[in-house]
């Protein structure tokens, strides 16, 4: 099953693709209430559809949810490995990372559609990330928390393409205060085309539970980086669990995969080439992200927003009474 939102109109709809027909829910239905009820009720309403729906050519596309909470992972050693040296100019990756898969939270207000062109800050490293991001739903009798992994795996309500806009001078900065990243982020995350349910994956998954599909990158046509899903450190099902320790994930959530290697970033071919080739992102640029078995997620460069001015650091006495 392939779910969505889209935009007739200027009235948005939630509901199944069905072969080149957006079809509403049955019971006008949304999107998160559908999550909230889990995958074996979203194939319950797939088989009681009948209405016609409308030509998926007539209609806009949305980011096919509004997310809970977004986590973003960081999963794919040989991404590390070149965006290490590329932002933070070290090309080791941390003993620390193979201990647990890390990730950061970023921003649900910004999450773009399908199509929809990015506004990013002022920057001279405007970079894209390729990645699989995990849609969480409910299951029946698991909870929110702790989950084994095979728990998790059964909150796994289906798959959607991201890309995870960076700005990567921004980033780097921001990396050195030991916190972040931030608004080297948190302009502009894409999502979609739409969410593919977890069980037209399952034949992509290979004996140890990775999903082996084929993600590819292309600018302008011309394609970047190439690689498969299953290169990653750990399955998606542990990340999930991960997120779930001595925490709450929760239907509605977005995990992303990481960004895949092999030119899975423009970031992590500067760290492997020692100069900024391909060259960063800039206005005008379509990012094409194609990702087997889910579907394809582009995206235009817009123009950078400036933002007003804010002032560095004040130096205080540091006096500890009035």
């Avoid at 990653?232 to 779930?244: I, K, R």
């Amino acid at each position: 099953m392939r779910i969505a939102r889209w935009d007739d109109a200027g009235t948005v709809g939630e509901g199944f693709v069905i072969d080149d027909r957006v079809v509403p829910f049955p019971g006008g239905l949304t999107v998160a209430q559908v999550l909230a009820l889990g995958l074996h009720t979203a194939k319950w309403l797939s088989d009681r559809v009948t209405d016609h729906g409308v030509p998926l050519a007539d209609v806009r596309l949305l980011a096919p949810l509004v997310p809970a909470a977004i986590r973003d992972f960081v999963a794919f050693e040989e991404h590390v490995e070149g965006v290490s040296a590329g932002v933070e100019g070290k090309s080791d990756v941390a003993a620390e990372w193979y201990e647990a898969p890390t990730f950061y939270f970023t921003n649900p207000h910004t999450i773009l559609g399908p199509g929809e062109p990015v506004a990013p800050p002022v920057t001279e490293r405007l970079d894209f990330e390729l990645e699989v991001a995990v849609v969480v739903g409910a299951a029946p009798g698991v909870g929110e928390s702790n989950l084994t992994a095979d728990e998790a795996a059964s909150v796994v309500f289906g798959y959607t393409v991201m890309n995870d806009w960076s700005a990567r001078d921004l980033q780097g900065r921001e990396m050195k205060v030991r916190l972040g990243p931030a608004k080297g982020k948190d302009f502009g995350m894409s999502l979609g085309p739409w969410i593919v349910t977890a069980d037209e994956l399952e034949p992509y998954l290979d004996a140890d539970g990775f999903l082996a599909v084929r993600a590819e990158a292309y600018i302008n046509d011309g394609l970047i980086g190439e690689d498969l899903v299953s290169n990653m450190g750990w399955p998606l099902p542990e990340l999930v669990a991960y997120a779930s320790r001595n925490s709450r994930v929760v239907p509605g959530d977005v995990l992303g995969s990481g960004t895949v290697g092999n030119g899975g970033c423009l970031g992590e071919l500067w760290g492997r080439n020692g100069a900024l080739t391909p060259p960063p992102l800039t206005e005008g640029d379509v990012v094409r992200l194609v990702v087997e078995g889910i579907g394809e997620l582009s995206a235009e460069v817009g123009p950078a927003v400036t933002g007003p001015p804010l002032p560095r650091a004040r130096v205080r006495s540091r006096a500890r009474r009035r």
